[in-house]
């Protein structure tokens, strides 16, 4: 199985976490979406050239979220991550679905901003904060944020507050999301070495972009 994937990108680090959660070994292949080369590589597998891009015996899947339920419900030893009853995988797929159209959605805006023009309107500032306290509601009501244990709506809504440190984003009146945070990432005994490739990652990346941002 193949990922073409780079470690900064929040959907990539999703799905690289779901299989650490699985315990599934991937055949990861840093591509550089500022390279011609390894665009027009990817591009003969998935027409949008996106990452991640997913390969299994030929059979190819972008965007993260099919590619994190592929690999549970044909990998999985269990169903604990996406679990078929209907009314908890309802719940899960919301938290997914308010992730992608809401939460992440709104903080690649204000990174982009950020990158573009070094500022955030009050309007994305206020888009941010209304998709944030929604998601400090989420993480408060339950042990996690959409059943009693880990899913995959914990996964990915993490790759999105974690991805806030593009803009030094003060989660200070956040603490159910902060405690959350801990939480999830316990789950993953190696986080801490994730966490630095990510860290690492994104570094080098600012510094050959020449972008005035302290990360």
Known sequence: ????????????????????????????????????????????????????TFVDDGHVIWESYAIAIYLVENYGQDDMLYPKD????????????????????NVL???DAMIEEQRLTEKLQGKLQ????????????RSYIAADHLTLADIFVLGSITALEWIKYDLERYPGIRAWVKKVSAEFPDYDEFYKSIREGTKKYIASHGLELQY
């Not at 900064?8 to 390279?35: F, H, R």
């Not at 997914?96 to 809401?102: A, C, H, N, R, V």
């Open 1 to 52: 199985m193949e990922l073409y994937s780079d470690i900064i990108s929040p959907p990539c680090q999703n799905v690289l976490l779901v299989a650490k959660k699985l315990g599934i070994s991937l055949n990861v292949k840093k591509t550089d979406l500022d390279d011609a080369a390894d665009v027009a590589a990817l591009t003969k597998l998935n027409p949008q050239h996106t990452i991640p």
């Open 130 to 141: 209304q998709a944030l306290d929604l998601t400090e509601s989420f993480v408060t009501e």
């Open 109 to 111: 805006a204000c990174i």
């Open 86 to 105: 209907q009314k908890v995988r309802s719940v899960i797929n919301q938290r997914l679905f308010f992730d992608i159209g809401t939460l992440y959605k």
